[in-house]
């Protein structure tokens, strides 16, 4: 069975450009979510999506949004990228519904360079 | 307000010792559920063990272990016998009512051989 899949791995861009990072979950997962992972300042929740709706978000500014299919695949996308954003985001996935099911499983991370 | 505490930034030992990693969270929900994953180097981050708040019986998974105390709102890792191959950065999280996980800062191990 694949794993979450995070294309591309590596992203180079420059300051005021804009990034799309894609994501595939399990098979038979609903949830995607997002997090970024900045050099010393660990893992910050992004966003949650969940059989295609915005469940939650964390504490980012609106440049950074998202989106998720019918098939369950992601994009989250930045926009006026900012030298800070530099960083690995990571994408899980799990299967929906009730909190005894919310295992998340990890892709291998887009790093993201600006 | 939920948080996730890992004191330990950085442990080092040499090969074969056991190594335990703290873990202390603060919650007020009753029902909450409580994870550990390990960052090897490449950075995927990988699921080792989840524990709900009502199961406080300790869990064996070959040379892991995990101890949980409501007690002491702790849930500590320990290797036994490490290997080289444990080297990684290892997060505690505590997940909410609201499916967030909340991260703790990660302890970096360091095997030595």
């Known amino acids: 069975e694949a794993g979450v899949t995070q294309s591309p791995t590596h992203l180079i861009k420059t300051r005021g450009q804009q990034a799309t990072l894609r994501c595939s979950p399990i098979?038979?997962?609903?949830?995607v979510y997002w997090y970024q992972q900045a050099l010393g300042l660990g893992l910050q929740f992004l966003l949650w999506y969940d059989e295609g709706e915005e469940r939650n978000r964390g504490n980012f500014p609106p440049r950074f949004s998202g989106r998720q299919f019918p098939n369950y695949c992601s994009e989250l996308n930045v926009t006026a990228l900012a030298l800070e954003d530099s960083a690995l985001y990571l994408c899980a996935s799990s299967g929906g519904g009730t909190l005894a099911k919310n295992i998340q499983y990890f892709g291998a991370g887009t790093r993201l360079s600006v | 307000a939920q948080k996730v505490t890992q004191a330990q930034t950085e442990i080092s030992v040499v090969e074969k010792e056991d190594v335990t990693l703290d873990c202390v969270y603060e919650?007020?929900?009753?029902?909450?559920?409580l994870f550990w994953y390990k960052q090897p180097p490449s950075g995927e981050l990988v699921f080792l063990i989840r524990?709900?708040?009502?199961d406080e019986q300790n869990e064996i998974s070959g040379r892991y272990s995990w101890n949980f105390q409501k007690s002491t709102s702790s849930f500590n890792f320990t290797i036994t016998a490490s290997q080289v191959v444990d080297s990684a950065v290892y997060f505690c999280?505590?997940?909410?009512?609201?499916?967030?996980?909340?991260w703790g800062a990660g302890t970096k191990l360091i095997i030595k051989p």
């Open positions: 999280a505590l997940m909410d009512s609201n499916y967030q996980l909340i």
């Open positions: 524990r709900n708040s009502f």
């Open positions: 098979s038979g997962h609903t949830s």
């Open positions: 919650t007020r929900d009753t029902t909450y559920y």
